[in-house]
């Protein structure tokens, strides 16, 4: 299709008054056509009144148009073809298969959520049938269910153009709670937004939804992104991005005359732990695996281990000399823009130089000026706990291995590293007995823990977890993978004493959207449901 260059505004391209900007080929630093014009703040309200105008009959969908509008999503988007896949490649950087990847992730989790929408347990319907001959006092109905919160800001991810950005995760956790979204596309990767902006809105349309119920928007993140989130339409915001510009979404959200929840997923070193007995196998091995987790995606991704910890000693040397020659067949591949490039540059030379850091290995830079070599240092224990800087992330192909004496080290080590999104473990049987007192250090501290696993390449289902304490999020209690995200967008409301008339269908004794339901405390099978005053 032609890119336009505009915003799409419930379902109309719409020209910003504001400046311009491009994407840019990161391999090049060409520019990329078209320009794209930005909102002024006044040509955001549209936006925003579109979504709040679409909320009361998006929010009460019957489970199976909602959960068809989002197949269609899944649906519109694959039907791009190769298109998406070339300009979203042209923006970021990053290669077809890693990209056509991403697109089956997106597409997956939207259909994951339709199969979540129909099935209905997000709704937590939970049902007390009044008890009118109960002494000292008789006791009301009283029946509560969850309800999408309102029209939710999402904000496009610089490292996922397609399962972080205009349909992904955050999105679609946001319209199957049932809630408009705003998105603010990031300015990386314009042209990639636009196509499956359009998908989104021709869904849309295509089910006769109010057209408020997506938007997408352009404009700088300073102005438009902190507006957007002070718009009093706005009753959530979503965001993947860098613990600066969270925290700025943060504070804006708080300080409105009604707060908001932003749950913003932000920074994550994942450290590994590597005990005695994964050094008893193949070294060779563990580090290649350790090199390619950290180089993957040039090492842009919120998993990629940032930390080692190994222990000192001959075993130890040993895995640090086959990490260095596993790094050193590394070459540099390009970085997502030339500012994230200059970001990593400035990160690695002052780590580099940090009292007691060392070089442990090095690739070679790769064919293009935004493609630098892949780096890993080394250090000790006693280093890394006294000096914050060994303790800032590295967006991109960076890591510290630090040398621990005992299991002590470990957990003092442990103690002082802030919230992550997860934690990895390499052992044997034989260190269970070594590892078990770092398990419930790191539940404090993570979101996940792995096994004899590494942490980038994340499941999207039913179980996962990505999220962690701040500063990794914003709110440990959440995830922004897996069909739990929804949980971010919706509040629980109780009703007391309605007639059957006045309840919402989700609530109905003839339970007309066959939902599974906990009565008296009894989860209670749809198939099974009956009258609630069966079960009195």
Known sequence: MTLTGHSLIAGQPVAGEGKTT???????????????????????????????????SFSSLDPETHAAFLEAIADNIEAIGDELITRAGQETGLPAARLQGERARTTGQLRLFANVVRQGDFRGVRIDPAIPERTPLPRADIRQRQIPLGPVAVFGASNFPLAFSTAGGDTASALAAGCPVVFKAHNAHPGTSELVGHAVTKAVKDHGLHPGVFSLIYGPGASIGQALV???AIKAVGFTGSQSAGIALMKTAAARPEPIPVYAEMSSLNPVFVFEGALKGDVDALAAAYVTAV???????????????????????KLAAAVGRALAACAGQTMLTEGIA????????????????????KGTPGPTENAPAPTIFGTGVDQFVSNHVLHEEIFGAASLVIRYNSVEDLLQAASRIEGQLTASLQLTEEDYATAAPLIPV???????IIVNGWPTGVEVGHAMVHGGPFPATSDSRTTSVGTLAINRFLRPVAYQNLPQELLPQPLQDANPWHLNRRINGNVVPAKS????ASYV
């Open 342 to 361: 200059g970001s990593w540059n400035t990160g690695t030379t002052a780590l580099g130089s940090a009292e007691g850091v060392e070089l442990i290995g």
């Open 529 to 532: 449901d009956q009258k609630t």
């Open 295 to 317: 180089t993957g995606s040039s090492g842009q991704l919120c998993t990629s281990p940032g930390l080692l910890f190994a222990p000192a000693g001959a075993a130890g040397d």
């Open 230 to 232: 002070a718009d009093p």
């Open 442 to 448: 790191l539940e404090q501290k993570v979101g996940r």
């Open 22 to 56: 491009n994407g840019f080929n990161p391999a090049t630093n060409e520019a990329l056509e078209p320009a794209y014009t930005l909102l002024t703040e006044d040509q955001l309200k549209a936006a925003t009144a579109a979504a709040a105008e679409a909320f009361p």
